[in-house]
């Protein structure tokens, strides 16, 4: 019989795996990023009606959104210093009905290594949803992958409020 220690280190073991194999779809990032052990995700009541938030992200997620965003890091040790440069393909998606506008944004870094394949368009980095709430106000959720406040979450909030339509700093955000 295997002692309560071992029991849950087998647990954090196995839940650990399934983040090895990223979602295939939105609505399984959904899920996943609700139960993960460190999500970010959240809601807000935006006062502006459902079309305007859906015309806010058609028009702002392909043009911030849709880009390549190279990084380079330099790590120094005692020893040698490290130079490694990173490049990040962004893809948004845009999906609006009069129930629910999505914008989901994948993400895939050049020469990363993965255990399985992620979806077409690279694994999934944000999804919000907003829903009507009633003529003049909406409800937005959001999910992400890291526990950190988050870049894109931040000005994806900003397009659906109004209130700061600029683009997300991809510099400044590694």
């Known amino acids: 019989m295997p002692r309560p220690h ?34 970010w995700s959240g809601t807000v009541e935006v006062a502006r009606p459902l079309r305007e938030v859906a015309a806010a992200f058609e028009k702002k997620a392909p043009e911030c959104l849709d880009l390549t965003a190279t990084a380079t890091i330099i790590t120094i040790t005692n020893y040698q210093e490290i130079i490694q440069t990173f490049v990040t393909t962004y893809k948004p998606t845009v999906v609006a009905s009069a129930e ?44 992400t992958v890291t526990a950190a406040e988050d870049f894109l979450v931040l000005a994806v909030r900003d397009w659906a409020t109004g209130q700061n339509m600029a683009c997300p700093d991809f510099t400044r955000n590694w």
């Open 6 to 39: 071992q029991a849950i280190g087998a647990a954090l073991l196995l839940g650990g795996c399934a983040s090895l194999f990223p979602p295939q779809s939105p609505e399984e990032f959904r899920r996943t990023a609700a139960r993960a052990l460190l999500p």
């Open 100 to 143: 629910r506008v999505e914008l989901r944004v994948q993400w895939r870094t050049l020469g990363e290594i993965r255990l399985s394949a992620p979806p077409a368009g690279g694994a999934y980095r944000l999804g919000a949803d907003a829903y009507p709430l009633d003529a003049g106000r909406t409800r937005l959720q959001w999910y």
